[in-house]
């Protein structure tokens, strides 16, 4: 047999052992590989849940924080206007304004609007009872033995400041139990009116009331917060905020009051549809526990629909030790939480609740009291498991590509025994030391051969699936969750407004997008118009879509910065106000949004809208009348911070159809680069304007579909189109 033979023969058997011994090796470091990723993206996944949580629960306790210095502001209101009527010496009759306590509790008696009302009942022997209440009339009662004189006068300036009641109770409908007026001579007026209180009621006994009087001889004219307490007609735990009164002689002449319900004041801090509905959430303060003597947290407030806790809340009042405990089965873990929680206004942390591992988070709205968030962790279970099985598909790609990698090795070995060991050791050799490294985890492994065979192959393959590997593992996730955070921010169905029709779309030419519209009812002078926005952010893909994210929150945040409980800020103050905040994060970047806010009265068909830089809008009837843009002045937003934008008016007409899109759907591009163009799209849009806006905007988008003939959108693509119905 020749050398040569002999000699492949050596070489094919030698290296057979070394090649096996590799895969192997190659194979078990791939699955470790995979099991470490898949269980650090798991830790991964854990630790941004509870960061976000966390963050979630200060947000929520930030809203709670201002909601308390609104009250603050108001019960300052009700101090000042009393102090004011008792220095004019004088009132006005109280009329129906104001009625005697008694009067409530007699069958025909009260005030006409006397009524149950939601939110409002008291406890009986016979269980919790609705109680009549009154919005029109304040009530007022003294204490047996008050002076005639006394109660008369303290009658007139209760008279005088009741209107005032009803002001602030509307302003805070959402948090608002009761607010009332307490003279220091005893006559005592409670909004909204009702009776059922006790026969030795006096307000100057209760705690806030004796603190608020040693705070303003103290010299501290401030407002005062106690509770939680029962209230003593309901009997629902409550925070009493109060301001002194001080008379015309400058002496303590009484206390304004506002009473917060402790469940108005958690739906206060509720949280957006991001998370679960499984998600749990608390008002809480810290407090020995009287089984343990440890530190535990005590319930002042919790979800609405449990009802055996909202009893035992009800049944505890303001005993402490009564309960009810938010608690956990993991005591080790549960005690390095409440130590946490005494050394940190807010944190995260992973511990059992009611047997199910739950993620815990909680934020400081105020000094003593915490609002906690308790989130089953198998609602994050299944972003885990698929981000494993991801890790397991590539390491199977891997595996798959090492097998064949190894069949070209060992082909390369057979050719190379023909011309002399070393040409064939040397590769191989670097091979495996490539292989091991990976195996490693050092993805930044190269391979270089300079040669024009399989081994310069398989060196190109190794080299070209490394990183791709590396940036699967570290994209993927990360694209798909901001994909899918992108469409919850896009409204899943349009209001239904009488009149109205309207219909949108929204296609990225990525896997995010830049472009943005809305549509959703708002109030305006006791009327329900309908809002629709469309916008373009510069560029596309996951930077555009950021922009967009944050200029849709600042237009959101705008309007319920400026507008009232009912009323809704005009477009122009609300884009003015969003532009301003937006100017600051990005007028140095070069990126900017435009937009096109419109608003449509549903009865008489009023159209205002403001033009922020984005292209015009059309309006629209079936015949032959040429559409009418909507033009308009206005840079885009995020360019000049203090530019004032102004509002347009027309009116959008029965059977006119309003069109509202961004240049991906006219500067689309065919095959032979030919531009779609806005004529193609008023004619495809004037051809179904007698259809539903849902049918015209599909109409369009199979148009444009057939006008590209299958090739991908070059920019995103966004369409609204609304309709009035009625004659012609």
Request: charged letters at 20%; a negative charge; aromatic letters at 8%.
């Amino acid at each position: 047999m020749p050398l040569r033979w002999k000699l492949f023969l050596f070489l094919l058997a030698f290296s057979l052992i070394p090649l096996m011994v590799v895969s192997a090796v190659h194979r078990q470091g791939t699955r470790n590989l995979g099991r470490n990723l898949g269980e650090q993206i798991s830790a991964d996944i854990s630790e941004l849940v509870a960061r976000e949580l966390t963050q979630t629960a200060k947000d929520s306790a930030v809203v709670m924080a201002r909601s308390k210095t609104a009250v603050e502001f108001a019960t300052d209101v009700m101090a000042r206007e009393t102090g004011r009527v008792m220095a004019a010496g004088s009132a006005a009759p109280a009329g129906d304004a104001l009625a005697a306590a008694s009067d409530f509790d007699r069958a025909g008696a009260g005030p006409t609007d006397l009524a149950p009302r939601p939110g409002y009942d008291r406890e009986t022997p016979g269980g919790r009872l609705p109680l009549f209440v009154s919005r029109t009339t304040a009530s007022w009662t003294a204490p047996a033995g008050t002076p005639e004189v006394a109660v008369r006068e303290g009658q007139a300036v209760l008279g005088g400041v009741a209107p005032i009641f009803q002001e602030v109770a509307g302003e805070f409908s959402d948090v608002l139990s009761f607010a009332g007026v307490a003279l220091e001579a005893g006559p005592c007026a409670v909004y909204p009116g009702h009776g059922g209180f006790p026969e030795d009621y006096d307000a100057r006994r209760m705690d806030w009331y004796l603190a608020t009087r040693q705070a303003f001889v103290a010299g501290r004219s401030r407002s005062i917060w106690k509770g939680p307490a029962p209230d003593p007609v309901t009997g629902r735990m409550v925070f009493t905020v109060s301001r002194p009164i001080a008379g015309p002689d400058g002496a303590f002449a009484g206390a304004a009051f506002i009473e917060v319900l402790l469940p108005l004041a958690l739906r206060e801090g509720e949280i957006s549809t991001q998370w679960s509905a499984a998600l749990r959430t608390y008002l809480v303060s810290m407090a020995p526990h009287p089984d343990t003597g440890e530190k535990a947290l005590r319930i002042w407030a919790g979800p609405e629909d449990d009802g055996p806790l909202s009893r035992s809340i009800a049944a505890s009042g303001d005993r402490i030790a009564a309960g009810p405990w938010l608690l956990s089965e993991d005591g080790p873990r549960y005690a390095a939480f409440m130590d946490l929680v005494a050394a940190q206004p807010a944190g995260a942390t992973v511990m059992t609740f009611q047997g199910q591992e739950c993620f815990w988070a909680y934020a400081t709205p105020m000094a003593g009291m915490q609002f906690a968030l308790v989130l089953p962790s198998s609602v994050v279970a299944p972003y885990a498991d698929e981000a494993r099985q991801e890790i397991r598909d590539a390491s199977s790609m891997v595996l798959a590509t090492a097998g064949a990698a190894s069949v070209a090795v060992l082909l390369a070995v057979a050719l190379g025994a023909f011309w002399g060991s070393k040409s064939v050791t040397t590769p191989l050799a670097k091979v495996m030391q490539a292989w091991k490294r990976v195996a490693a985890g050092d993805f930044s492994t190269r391979l270089d051969f300079r040669t024009r065979d399989e081994r310069a192959a398989l060196a190109r393959a190794f080299n070209e699936t490394m990183p791709k590997l590396a940036d699967h593992l570290r994209l993927r996730e990360s694209l798909e969750l901001a994909k899918e955070v992108q469409g919850n921010l896009l409204p899943k169905a349009p209001p239904c407004l009488p009149g109205l029709d309207v219909a949108g779309v929204n296609l990225s030419c990525d896997e995010t997008g830049g472009d943005y519209f809305d549509y959703f009812p708002v109030r305006r002078a006791g009327v329900t118009e309908l809002a629709v926005v469309i916008g373009d952010v510069t560029g596309h893909g996951v930077p555009s879509a950021l922009l967009m994210a944050t200029g849709r929150a600042l237009l959101l945040a705008a309007g319920q910065e400026l507008g009232g409980t009912d009323e809704a800020p005009p477009p122009w103050r609300r884009l003015t106000v969003a532009n301003r905040l937006l100017a600051v994060d990005v007028g140095d970047s070069g990126r900017f949004m435009t937009l096109f806010w419109a608003e449509i009265h549903p009865e008489t068909g009023r159209l205002r809208w403001v033009r922020a830089g984005h292209d015009p809008a059309y309006l629209l009837e079936p015949g032959g009348r040429p559409p009418v843009e909507l033009h308009g002045a206005g840079l885009p937003l995020g360019i000049v911070s203090d530019f004032v934008y102004q509002e347009q008016e027309a009116v959008l007409a029965p059977g006119q159809i309003l069109l509202m899109g961004t240049d991906g759907i006219w500067e689309a591009r065919d095959a032979s680069d030919g531009m779609y163009g806005k004529d193609r799209f008023l004619e495809v849009a004037r051809r179904h304007a007698a259809e539903s806006a849902a049918a015209i905007r599909d109409a369009v988008l199979s148009d444009l579909a057939a006008f590209k003939g299958g090739l991908p959108l070059e920019d995103d693509v966004t369409l609204v189109v609304v309709s009035r119905s009625g004659p012609a």
